[in-house]
């Protein structure tokens, strides 16, 4: 490795200086417990529906075939040679051999590579954010993260962790699809764990429901596990950071939603979308993505899912305030931003949908050179 400086990551846009990028090294399957059918319910809500009342823990395992993993090793490699050309430095998690199961006293599930690594950590400031994982299988995850994590902390920076959800039974908030015309037990009967007498819904938050723009940091809530997962930033680090209540843009993360790609300018999925977010941002110059033609979403066979919507390709990776990495399988996106005077990067990134991340996603930025500067006013 080289040498690591203190984290420093306050934007989305600055010029990236150091990132991480994930592996999907061992990964061999999806485990559908309760966790991943309510994170991904949106998506993944037909294939459950028609798997209903299968019974047993085999009927939640979803293989991936080797030759798609290998292919989607391929396109990281790929994305790592394009940060690298551009000048970042780039560090990668441990890789996890293989899938296994992992336990607490109330659940069982399969563990997870570190491939979405912006998912369960944020940086803020010189702060290095541990947040806390929805899906059972991801408990762990972070693990993979900490030989690089442990080298920034050793170099100074901070580094914290909210509290560890127990993902019991219960603790899981599903209020967000109450009004939906999706039948929310079929997620909810998946739940085989234990109650925790008393626990109730807990803080269960993911890194990638904030985006940050200096001082301000955006944070999406679509139910109570996310609002108190909001208190709990306002409360730690509120002397520094202004955090922003979006209320339910997604029923998770944001960044499929939004992505500000420099300071008064954004990528945004629709229009309906501008009235979520703060007064100072409407006036921002908006760029909303065009229809793509389908080409880099593949049908694959059998029971495999696409946990992702179309909308993954809109999660760019800014490198500076002109230059974007774009999946070069979205040609419609990549001439949109060319016209609009943009460096475009294309890189392909086939499986997008079925490992549920886009470049920003499978990428975390630990150094890049803004500050704390403040973009939504004083």
Partial sequence: MSQIRVVHSFDEWSTLREVIVGSVAGYELHHLDVSFALFYFENIYAPLRNRKGAGGSGSQIVAIPRPIVAEAQEDLEELVTALRDFGATVFRPADLAAQGQIASPSWTSQSTPALNVRDQALI??????????????????????????????????????MPRPALAKGSLDPSYFADSELDIQV?????????????????????????????DVLVNV?????????????QVFGRNFRFHRIYQAADNHIDSVLAPLRPGVMLL?????????PPAMRNWDII??????????????????????????????????????????????VRQLERRRFDVIPVRLRHGRLFGGGFHCVTLDCVRDGGLESYLGK
Avoid at 222 to 234: D, K, P, Q, S, T
Avoid at 269 to 277: I, M, N, T, V
Wanted: glycine share 8%; net charge negative.
């Fill in 187 to 215: 997620a909810l009967e998946r739940d085989d764990a234990q109650l925790i007498p008393g626990l109730g819904h807990e803080i269960i938050f993911d890194a990638a429901q904030c985006i940050r723009l200096g001082r």
């Fill in 288 to 333: 909303y993505p065009p229809e793509g033609d389908g080409a880099s979403f593949p049908e694959y066979r059998g029971d495999m899912l696409h946990i992702a919507s179309r909308y993954i390709d809109m999660n760019v990776l800014s490198l500076d305030e002109n230059t974007v990495i774009v999946n070069a399988l979205y040609p419609e996106l």
């Fill in 124 to 161: 803020l400031g010189s702060t290095i954010l541990e947040t806390a994982p929805h899906v059972r299988g991801r408990i762990f995850e972070n693990d993979m993260l900490k030989p690089i994590f442990y080298r920034y902390f050793n170099a100074g920076s901070a580094w914290l962790s």
């Fill in 269 to 277: 999925r629709a229009p309906g979308f501008l009235q979520l977010l």
């Fill in 222 to 234: 679509a139910n109570a596990n996310h609002e108190m997962g909001y208190r709990w930033l306002r």
